[in-house]
């Protein structure tokens, strides 16, 4: 971690600008590409807080760049405490209290701002880095998405920043484009869905934060008259979002339409606050965001759509039950084989000769366990006798250290008849279970 110093000439010659806590692009271009994951669907990028690397998740559904301060971070970051300031989000829980710190420099590629502020949150349970596989260190939205115009690039998992003064919209015919309507520095857009046989109009968040496709709210227009299934939704900062699975006949945005979407109807008492927003209907997430390349232009309340190699990638649910989760490491002893050489005299005439052995050398290494935290009731899994806590160890007779933590659940989501034979560690006993994957809408 190196301390970011900023120099006399840049303090200089952006002092006006800079002061404002504005994001001021420092290239002559004024525009920077930089590269993201895409893990579940979310968009995950490099920042830099006061000189020191994180990554941050880019969230069109927060209105105010949030660090979790699960790896005590604040006495590296040189953050110093100002004042607490409660933050309301999904979940049935309470308000989470935050330190707001001002005067901070946040960096993104050639973006810089010297003056922004942040929330700290120092709640340990609140920590998404388990489910994602490695560490997320915060949240970033609306500062950086209103001074910029960014597009995203989800096919070749890039997002282009650029000052909205030099922007200039390319002429494309497969595209469409949107009203954005700001409420609470949030954009939403209106768009339309067809359940069973009735297209009804609806009021969605874009939320490049939710992995999930489509959520909407029950009410007296949207009735879910179709196959569900109850599920586990999530995690919000005020605890965790639960509710029904279902497909959705038609989603459509204009004239590009998705067919067979998935789509949750999430319980009424985790979502109560969102709902206080008058004419909302649901939200707009990653899994169908990610089918586009995107223009997301906050300065003109407009976002543009272009379908991409995913736009008819098949919607699937996990149909084995089973979520995992990263639960620290697992000390296993690893085998390395070498060849050597050897002189050997041979019997029959005592002459001196040469064989190749193989020798085999052990050492033991950390790898990462991954354990089970959510069991959907009466799935495949749960029939075959696994349990939470359970820590996988391989998966089809493939050892789980060979893979990333997204990489183990994909097979999860395979074809429905699929065998999947899984190899546990219970508190010390290592255990073996077959199911089939199986689709979760029971009849």
Not at 24 to 35: C, E, F, R, T, W
Not at 78 to 105: C, D, M, Y
Not at 216 to 234: H, P, T
Request: hydrophobic share 40%; aromatic share 10%; charged share 25%.
């Amino acid at each position: 971690m190196m301390r970011y110093v900023l120099t006399l000439i840049l303090a200089c010659s952006f002092q006006f600008s800079l002061a404002q806590g504005r994001y001021v692009i420092q290239n002559k271009k004024g525009s920077d590409k930089i590269h993201f994951k895409l893990v579940n669907n979310l968009i995950v990028i490099p920042i830099k807080v006061n000189g020191v690397e994180l990554s941050f998740l880019l969230d069109t559904g927060v209105s105010k760049p949030i660090i979790f301060n699960f790896l005590n971070l604040t006495d590296s970051l040189q953050i110093e405490k100002t004042s607490t300031i409660f933050l309301r989000g999904l979940g049935e829980g309470q308000a989470v209290e935050s330190i707001k710190s001002e005067g901070n420099v946040v960096q993104l590629g050639d973006a810089i701002n010297v003056n922004q502020d942040l929330y700290i949150i120092y709640d340990s349970a609140l920590n998404f880095t388990p489910r994602l596989g490695f560490p997320l260190h915060g949240i970033i939205g609306f500062d950086l998405f209103k001074d910029l115009i960014v597009e995203i690039n989800y096919s070749s998992r890039f997002i282009r920043i650029t000052d909205p003064k030099i922007f200039r919209y390319r002429h494309c015919k497969s595209c469409v484009s949107l009203e954005m309507e700001l409420h609470k520095n949030k954009p939403y857009v209106d768009v339309a869905v067809v359940l069973m046989e009735e297209e009804i109009p609806v009021k969605l968040l874009v939320d490049t934060g939710g992995s999930d496709a489509l959520w909407l709210f029950e009410n007296k227009r949207i009735v879910n008259n179709q196959s569900y299934f109850n599920d586990f939704l999530g995690h919000g900062l005020s605890g965790s979002v639960h509710g029904k699975r279902s497909k959705l006949k038609k989603f459509i945005l204009k004239e590009f339409e998705l067919k067979n979407t998935n789509v949750s109807f999430p319980d009424t008492s985790d979502i109560a606050y969102i709902k206080k927003i008058k004419g909302r209907d649901g939200s707009l997430a990653g899994n169908i965001l990610k089918r586009f390349n995107l223009v997301v232009d906050y300065p003109n309340s407009k976002i543009s759509f272009k379908k991409n190699r995913h736009f008819k990638d098949p919607f699937s649910y996990n149909n084995s039950g089973i979520e995992l989760e990263h639960d620290g490491v697992r000390l296993i002893t690893e085998e390395k084989a070498y060849y050597e050489m050897q002189q050997v005299n041979r019997e029959d005439n005592n002459m001196p000769s040469t064989k190749i052995v193989l020798n085999p050398s052990y050492k033991l290494a950390l790898k990462p366990a991954f354990s089970i935290v959510e069991i959907r009731p009466g799935s495949a899994a749960e029939r075959a006798g696994l349990e939470l806590g359970d820590v996988v160890l391989s998966v089809n007779g493939r050892p789980c250290e060979k893979y990333t933590l997204q990489e183990v659940m994909l097979k999860f989501y395979e074809e429905v008849g699929k065998e999947i034979e899984l190899e546990v560690d219970r508190n010390g006993d290592v255990l073996e279970f077959k199911f089939e994957l199986e689709s979760p809408f029971k009849k």
